[in-house]
C-alpha cells in the first residue's frame, strides 16, 4: 500500500502561483510514476503533469505546458508541481496519484494506469 497526502492548495490571484507537495508513505519502492490530476466541479478528471520515478522523465497536459513544472524528492518521496501564470480556468481540486503496477498500463496521461490517490487538495484562482 501507498499512501498519499496533498498539500498546498489555497486561494490566489490570476498570474500568481502555488506549489502543491504531494508526500508518499508506505511502499514507496514499489512507486514507477507519479502525477497530478485535477477536476472541476461538473467536469471529468483531467491530467495534469507526470513523472517517471526512475529518470525523472516528464510528461504535462497541453493546457499547463510552460506554466507548471513537476518535480520529486526521492529521498523524501515527494512529488511537486509548482504552478505559475495561474488563470481562473486552473480552478479545481487537484488530486496526487502514484502508479505501482505496469499490468494497468503505461500511459502516464491515463488516470485508470494510477493505482493509488491521495484525497484532494483546492485550488481557487480568482480573476
Known amino acids: 500500500q501507498v499512501q498519499l497526502v496533498e498539500s498546498g492548495g489555497g486561494l490566489v490571484q490570476a498570474g500568481g502561483s502555488l506549489r502543491l507537495s504531494c508526500a508518499a508513505s508506505g511502499r514507496t519502492f514499489s512507486m514507477y510514476k507519479m502525477g497530478w490530476f485535477r477536476q472541476a466541479p461538473g467536469k471529468e478528471r483531467e491530467f495534469v503533469a507526470a513523472i517517471r520515478w526512475s529518470g525523472g522523465t516528464t510528461y504535462y497536459a497541453d493546457s499547463v505546458k510552460g506554466r507548471f513544472t513537476i518535480s520529486r524528492d526521492n529521498a523524501k518521496s515527494t512529488v511537486y508541481v509548482q504552478m505559475n501564470s495561474l488563470k481562473p480556468e486552473d480552478t479545481a481540486v487537484y488530486y496526487c496519484?502514484?502508479?505501482?503496477?505496469?499490468?494497468?498500463?503505461?500511459?502516464?496521461?491515463?488516470?485508470?494506469?494510477?493505482?493509488?490517490w491521495g484525497q484532494g487538495t483546492q485550488v481557487t484562482v480568482s480573476s
Open positions: 496519484a502514484a502508479g505501482v503496477s505496469t499490468a494497468r498500463g503505461g500511459y502516464y496521461p491515463s488516470p485508470s494506469t494510477y493505482d493509488y
